[in-house]
């Protein structure tokens, strides 16, 4: 059996101060919108402290030295549809020439468990890392459906973004799939009765988007 991975939190001050802004009801959807981006390069950072780098022949102003850089084909980004997309501009900045593909699942308010409306992914996924992105792993239920989307397309290295996690999502995660690394700015307390996330943020589709 593998072992399970734990999930690797942030904890750098600047992060807490952030999410102590989109914590509160009060914060509009513009600034809303911009952490979540900032969040996710600072999780994309983490996420990349493993990536292997090729040597590369440079010539600077002061002459010729040899340099490491990455191969950004090799990465694609997957926002899970919609909430996913808030974060997609904050990892782009990190990897701008990784391909992207795009999962759409919505949730039963019945079951809470996701139905899949929409898949597209890039050529050659199978060969990529994956970055699997969504601001919220609550019931783990959208975030495992892709992760098994994404191994039946021969995916083999799979990591996944989110802002907040509860601990029923990550061990849905580390049983389901206890290869794939999670990378999150908290955990939180629980989830209440509707599946949301406590103390969370409420919805976070709706507060990137001012859909409510």
Do not use: W
């Not at 919220?136 to 290295?157: C, F, H, P, Q, R």
């Amino acid at each position: 059996m593998q072992k399970k991975m734990e999930p690797v939190v942030l904890t750098n001050p600047l992060i807490k101060h952030k999410l102590a802004i989109i914590r509160d009801k009060k914060t509009g959807t513009k600034e809303f919108r911009e952490i979540i981006g900032e969040i996710a390069t600072f999780l994309c950072y983490e996420a990349l402290q493993d990536a292997r780098l090729e040597k590369q022949e440079i010539e600077t102003p002061m002459g010729k030295t040899i340099v490491q850089k990455l191969n950004e084909n090799n990465y694609a980004f997957v926002p899970i549809l919609r909430a996913g997309t808030g974060m997609l501009d904050g990892v782009i900045n990190v990897v701008p020439n990784a391909k992207i593909g795009h999962v759409g699942l919505y949730r039963n308010e019945e079951t809470l468990k996701p139905v899949r409306y929409y898949y597209k992914m890039p050529k050659d996924i199978q060969n990529r890392e994956v970055i699997v992105l969504d601001p919220m792993l609550a019931t783990g239920g959208s975030a495992s459906d892709t992760i098994t989307m994404l191994k039946e397309d021969g995916v083999t290295k799979i990591k996944f973004l989110c802002i907040i996690a509860a601990p029923e999502g990550i061990e849905k995660i580390k049983v389901e799939h206890p290869d794939v690394q999670i990378y999150t700015a908290s955990i939180d307390e629980k989830l209440n009765e509707i599946g949301y996330i406590v103390p969370g943020l409420g919805d976070a589709g709706d507060r990137i988007f001012g859909t409510k």
